[in-house]
C-alpha cells in the first residue's frame, strides 16, 4: 500500500512538472506539531485532558496499591486460615486486579478515552487547518503542500517555503471571528487581511535578494578564513624562527663550556710532572664534569694553602709585636 501511494505521488508530480513546466511548480510546507502548539485553544484542552488522564493514572494506582496489601495481608495470615478461605480471598484478590486492568485498557489503551478524546479535540483544529492550507494554495497557485511533522520523510526544509505561520494567523482570525461579540468587532474581524495577493515580482525580487546576501556572506566568510590562515602560517613561521635562535644560542652556550672544559683539563695536564703516560690516558677517559670538578677541588686546595700560609705570617707578625713590647717593659 505504501509503495502505491509513493507511486501515485511521484505519478502526479511528474505530470503537474510538465504542465506547469512553463510557469514552474511551486512548493511549500507547514508544520502541524509547531501549529497546534500554538493555539490556544487547542493548547488549554491539552492541559485539562493531561490532568484528567493523571487523574486516571492516580485512582488505578490507588487501587493496585489497595489490592497489593491485600496480597501482603493473605500472606501474614495463611498461617491462620484453612485452604478454602485461602483459595477464596487469592480468587477476590485476583478478580479485582483484573477488573482494575481492565479499566486501565479502558482508559488508555488503542481506542480508550485518552484517545478517543484526543480525536475528537484534534479534529476541529485539523479542519481548520486543512481549510487554511486550501485556502493558501488556491491564493498563491502552490501545487503541493507538505506537511513537515507527518511520516514524509523531510531531509531538508528552507525557512522561505514555511506557511506555518500564516496557517496559525488564519486560524487565529477565523476565531476571532468566532468569538467576536459586537458587531465592530465582528466587521473588524471580516475586514482584516486573511491571505495577503501573492507579487510574483517582488517574491523574484526578494529571492535574488537572499542569493546575493547569500554570496556575499560566503564570500566574506571565504576572505575571512584566507585571513585566519595568513595569520596562523604567520605565528608558525615566527614560532619556528624562535626555536632555531633557541637552539643555536644553546649550540654556542654548549660550545664555550666545551671549550673551557678543555682548558682546564689542558691546565690540569700541564701542571702534572709524574706519571704523564698514564695521567693522560686517565685524563682521556675521564667526563668533561670530572675535569670540571678535578680544577675546581684543586683551586679549593690551593685558596685554602694561601690562607694558611695567611694565617701563619699574622701569628708570626703577632709573636714579633709582643716580643717587642716586652723588651720594652723590661727596659
Known amino acids: 500500500m505504501k509503495h502505491n501511494v509513493l507511486f501515485l505521488l511521484t505519478l502526479v508530480l511528474m505530470c503537474s512538472l510538465y504542465s506547469n513546466a512553463q510557469r514552474g511548480v511551486r512548493i511549500a510546507y507547514i508544520d502541524t506539531e509547531y501549529i497546534l502548539e500554538n493555539v ?3 493548547q488549554e484542552s491539552m492541559v485539562q485532558l493531561d490532568n484528567k488522564a493523571q487523574d486516571w493514572k492516580n485512582e488505578i494506582q490507588t487501587k493496585l496499591l489497595a489490592i497489593e496489601q491485600k496480597r501482603k495481608d493473605l500472606s501474614n495470615e495463611k498461617a491462620l486460615l484453612t485452604k478454602e478461605l485461602i483459595d477464596e ?4 484478590i485476583a478478580f479485582e486486579e483484573n477488573e482494575i486492568l481492565d479499566y486501565q485498557q479502558k482508559r488508555f489503551g488503542p481506542n480508550g478515552d485518552l484517545m478517543i478524546q484526543k480525536k475528537q479535540l484534534m479534529q476541529p483544529i485539523q479542519d481548520q487547518v486543512f481549510s487554511a492550507v486550501q485556502d493558501l494554495a488556491a491564493s498563491r497557485k502552490y501545487d503541493f503542500i507538505f506537511d513537515k511533522s507527518s511520516d514524509a520523510m523531510m531531509l531538508y526544509s528552507a525557512k522561505q517555503f514555511d506557511l506555518s505561520e500564516q496557517v496559525l494567523r488564519s486560524i487565529t482570525r477565523a476565531s476571532k471571528r468566532t468569538q467576536a461579540e ?3 468587532e465582528q466587521r473588524a474581524a471580516e475586514e482584516e487581511e486573511l491571505i ?5 515580482e517582488l517574491e523574484a525580487r526578494e529571492q535574488a535578494l537572499e542569493e546575493k546576501k547569500a554570496e556575499r556572506e560566503s564570500a566574506i566568510e571565504k576572505r575571512r578564513q584566507e585571513i585566519l590562515e595568513a595569520r596562523e602560517a604567520k605565528q608558525k613561521e615566527a614560532e619556528a624562527k624562535r626555536q632555531q635562535i633557541l637552539v643555536e644560542r ?4 654548549q660550545e664555550k663550556l666545551d671549550a673551557r672544559s678543555t682548558s682546564a683539563t689542558s691546565s690540569v695536564n ?6 704523564a703516560s698514564t695521567d693522560a690516558k686517565q685524563t682521556e677517559t675521564k ?5 670540571i670538578e678535578e680544577n675546581r677541588l684543586k683551586k679549593l686546595a690551593e ?6 700560609e695567611l694565617e701563619a705570617k699574622k701569628k708570626q707578625i703577632l709573636e714579633d709585636r709582643q716580643k717587642t713590647k716586652d723588651s720594652t717593659n723590661n727596659n
Open 250 to 253: 644553546e649550540k654556542a652556550k
Open 196 to 200: 495577503p495577493e501573492i507579487n510574483e
Open 40 to 42: 490556544p485553544e487547542y
Open 89 to 92: 480471598r487469592e480468587e477476590d
Open 303 to 308: 685558596r685554602e694553602a694561601r690562607i694558611k
Open 270 to 275: 700541564n701542571n702534572e710532572t709524574t706519571n
Open 287 to 291: 667526563t668533561r664534569e670530572q675535569l
Open 182 to 184: 459586537t458587531k465592530a
